[in-house]
C-alpha cells in the first residue's frame, strides 16, 4: 500500500545470503517459514531495500524469518521508470537476487495503481494511456518472469461504496482496463499467479461486496485472476470481525486468497493493554488466513516499527508492526508464533 519511496542503498550489499549459524544463535526458535511452512502457508514481509542495504539485523530477520518478499517500493512505476522509456531495475533486481540465495518467494506489487506513478506520466495524451500501460505491465512481468511467481496487477481500483475508484485508468480506459491488465500480464508471464489486491476490505462490509462482484465477473468472462489479496491494515480498536467469513467467499470462486500488508497500528505511545489488543489483531487475521483452504500466504507490511510507513502516513499512531524499534519482539510476535503452532485447515491450490 502506501509507503514512502526509498532512500539511497548503504554500502552494504543486500544480495549475499545470511549466514544460517548467525541467524539460529540470535533466534533459537524455529522460524516463522518454518512454523509456516507445517501449514502450507507462505509467510511474507514486506521489505525496505535501503534498509536491506544498510542493516545487517534487519537482513538477518529478513532472510531467516521469512519465505516470502514483496517489494515495499523498488517495484512501483515511479521507482522502475521514473523518466518515459528508461527503466531503473536495479533495486528490484537486488530483492530478487536476495531472495534466490534465501529460498524465497517474491511477490511483485504493484502493475496497475493510482499512486506512485511516475511525473511524466501526467503528460501523455489520454489516446496513448491504453498503450503506455500495457507496455509497462508487460515489460514489468517480462523482465521478472521466472522470478517473480505472484502479482498484484491491480491494486485499490475500487471506493468504499463498492463502485470503481474514480482514477485516470477509469476515466481514459472505461472499467475494462481491469481485465486488460490481468490479460496483459498473463500474456508476459502465463506461469505467474495474478491477484487483485485491496485494503478495508477485511470485513463483508460495502467495499468488499464490490471486490466480490468484480472478481466474479471477471472470473465468469475468462479473465486470468488467480487470487485476491486483502491487505490487513488493521488497528488496535478496528479489529476485523468478518473476516474468515469474507475470504470464504473468494474461496468459493476457485481464486486464491492471501493476506497481503498487515499492520495494526494504534494510538502511541504504546503501553502493555494496546500491545495485547494489537497481538489479538494478528492472532485474528492469521487464523482466518489457515482457516480458509485456499489462502495461501499471509505477509507482513514490514516487521520492526524502525522503518515502519504508519507514523508518517496517521498522525499520532505507529507502533505497527510485530518488533519494535529496537528489533524487540512484542506480544503480537508471539500471537503469530502460538497460532502457527496449531492445526489449520489443508491448503488447496
Request: charge should be negative; include cysteine.
Amino acid at each position: 500500500m502506501h509507503a514512502v519511496a526509498p532512500g539511497p542503498a548503504g554500502e552494504g550489499s543486500p544480495v549475499a545470503a545470511v549466514a544460517p549459524a548467525a541467524a539460529a544463535a540470535a533466534m533459537p526458535e524455529p522460524a516463522l517459514r518454518e512454523l509456516a511452512a507445517r501449514h502450507g502457508l507462505a509467510f511474507g514481509t514486506a521489505v525496505d531495500m535501503a534498509a536491506l542495504a544498510s542493516d545487517p539485523v534487519y537482513r538477518e530477520w529478513v532472510a531467516s524469518q521469512f519465505d516470502s518478499v514483496t517489494a515495499e517500493n523498488a517495484m512501483k512505476w515511479d521507482v522502475l521508470e521514473p523518466t518515459r522509456g528508461r527503466y531503473e531495475w536495479g533495486p528490484a533486481d537486488e530483492l530478487v537476487a536476495f531472495a534466490k540465495a534465501n529460498r524465497q518467494a517474491v511477490r511483485g506489487h504493484t502493475l496497475v495503481w493510482h499512486n506512485q506513478n511516475p511525473a511524466w506520466l501526467a503528460d501523455v495524451p489520454v489516446a496513448e494511456l491504453g498503450a503506455v500501460l500495457k507496455a509497462h505491465v508487460q515489460t514489468t512481468v517480462r523482465r521478472f518472469k521466472g522470478d517473480v511467481g505472484q502479482w498484484d496487477v491491480v491494486n485499490e481500483a475500487v471506493e468504499a461504496d463498492g463502485t470503481l475508484r474514480d482514477t485516470a485508468w477509469l476515466r481514459a480506459l472505461g472499467p475494462g482496463y481491469i481485465a486488460d491488465a490481468f490479460r496483459w500480464a498473463h500474456e508476459a508471464d502465463p506461469d505467474a499467479l495474478l491477484f487483485y489486491n485491496d485494503y478495508d476490505v477485511e470485513d463483508v462490509n460495502a467495499k468488499s461486496d464490490g471486490v466480490h462482484d468484480l472478481v466474479r465477473r471477471l472470473v465468469r468472462e475468462g479473465v486470468p485472476i488467480h487470487g485476491v489479496g486483502v491487505q490487513g491494515h488493521c488497528s488496535v480498536d478496528q479489529a476485523p470481525r468478518t473476516l474468515r467469513e469474507n475470504l470464504g467467499r473468494f474461496d468459493a470462486l476457485g481464486l486464491r486468497t492471501a493476506v497481503t500488508e498487515v499492520d495494526v497500528r494504534m494510538a502511541v505511545p504504546p503501553d502493555p493493554v494496546k500491545l495485547e489488543a494489537q497481538a489479538d489483531v494478528y492472532r485474528t487475521v492469521l487464523r482466518a488466513c489457515l482457516l480458509t483452504p485456499g489462502c495461501r500466504s499471509f505477509t507482513v507490511w514490514g516487521y520492526t516499527d524502525r522503518y515502519s510507513w504508519v507514523p508518517g502516513w496517521f498522525e499520532g499512531e505507529g507502533a505497527a508492526d510485530i518488533l519494535d524499534e529496537h528489533f524487540v519482539a512484542k506480544p503480537a510476535l508471539r500471537a503469530l508464533r502460538d497460532g502457527l503452532s496449531f492445526g489449520g485447515t489443508s491448503r488447496r491450490d
